[in-house]
């Protein structure tokens, strides 16, 4: 085995197996158990966005009932390079809860994710980009790109250096009225001012 495998190797939590496993077994037979097959299906979608991954649904029409693939995409920075896909399915034979049919081959689909996701390197900082000290885009403004195409001829062009988001279906949280307060309630932010309260998900957020 080799250096980089066995480090590969070496971040798997058996723990986290596990307690996947466990979130996953039970009935879930596409046609005789169809509401919990979906709810193990959004159970799935939950952690592979909770990795950083940008997730998607892909319709599958059944016997005039609707089935979906669920699809997670880690995007390289480069082209020409192979793809690898990684598969499993989710649902369970009639009659079985499906512990090792298939619930143990998502929880290390979700594991082999989560751990890609760890070796992920972010950009590099960015350079020579001030930011305007209280304004409510900050989070998202990119002045670095703004020098660059300020900077832009035609006999010397520039690259635009490309940002990969961690999450590219999050959005950044913000709270503008004066008076408002924020706080954690389990996994999700509060946003309150006198009666007024509002949750949102920590999952939902990319800041």
Known sequence: MSTEIGGIVAEVSRDRLNENVRALEGLRHG???????????????????????????????????????????LRGNGSGKEKLLVGAHYDSPRGSPGADDNASGVAVLLEAARIQMACVEPPPPLENSPKCFGCSLAGICLPDEVECLNRQDAAN?????????ARDDAL????????????????????????????????????
């Open 157 to 165: 062009p520039l690259d635009v250096r490309r940002l990969y988001p």
């Open 172 to 207: 950044p949280l913000y709270v503008q009225d004066q008076g408002a307060r924020v706080g954690k309630e389990g996994q999700a932010l509060v946003v309150s001012r006198g009666f007024f309260k509002s949750r949102v998900s920590l999952r939902s957020l990319s800041r």
């Open 31 to 73: 046609t005789e158990n169809y509401a919990i097959l979906e709810e193990k299906a959004g159970f799935i979608e939950d952690e592979l966005r909770s990795f950083g991954l940008a997730v998607e649904s892909q319709p599958v029409i059944y016997r005039q009932r609707r089935y979906r693939n669920i699809i997670a995409t």
